[in-house]
């Protein structure tokens, strides 16, 4: 991870983005592994869907050969009502700095639309670990460490509107 100035990032970061698919559709991107392997880091996600199940990301062999973990992001599910709403702490492991700061909560809200449109949003609390922000607000794209929620949820719309992800860029 690299470290980034976070005053000028919020603590509480809300990412809205409208994807034309079923909220059923979006729910399983988000939860089936998969999908995840499909787009943002392209990491197989693995969520137990009930109310103290575990989650984690694991690293691809790309990463893993950048010399990452095996397992990236760990956490545990707070809540899941599909396909409306999930909420799960994380933790990334892909250094020291990044696991001393400790568990973050993620909230998507999946609300339908009108048109065929979707409204996804995702709400990160990092305020218990700040030094987060910079890197899921997007600020340290072109880093290394990622383009964070903007580049997930615009591959996301991509992959599920047209077929085919960004691919990875950050």
């Known amino acids: 991870m690299t470290t980034m100035e976070t005053a000028t990032f ?3 970061q809300v990412h809205r983005v409208w994807i034309r698919a079923t909220p059923e559709a979006i729910w399983d991107a988000i ?6 392997e499909r787009y943002g880091y392209s990491g197989r996600a693995d969520f137990d869907l009930r109310p103290g199940g575990a989650y984690r990301s694991l690293a691809t062999p790309q990463q893993k050969a950048h010399g990452l973990p095996d397992v990236v992001v760990d956490g545990e599910v707070i809540e899941a009502d599909p396909p ?6 994380m933790r990334m ?3 020291e700095e990044a696991m001393s700061a400790g568990f973050t909560r993620v909230t998507y809200e999946i609300e339908p639309g009108v048109g065929g449109a979707t409204q996804v949003t995702v709400t990160h609390d990092v305020s218990t670990a700040p030094q987060i922000a910079a890197v899921v607000g997007g600020g340290a794209a072109g880093t290394g460490a990622g383009g964070g929620w903007p580049f997930i949820l615009s591959d ?9 992800a960004l691919g990875y860029q950050p």
Not at 31 to 36: A, I, L, Q, S, V
Not at 156 to 164: I, Q, V
């Open 31 to 36: 939860t089936k592994p998969e999908w995840t």
């Open 156 to 164: 996301l719309k991509s992959l599920l509107e047209t077929g085919e």
């Open 84 to 89: 409306r709403r999930l909420v799960h702490t």
């Open 10 to 12: 919020q603590t509480v």
């Open 93 to 95: 492991l892909v250094d």
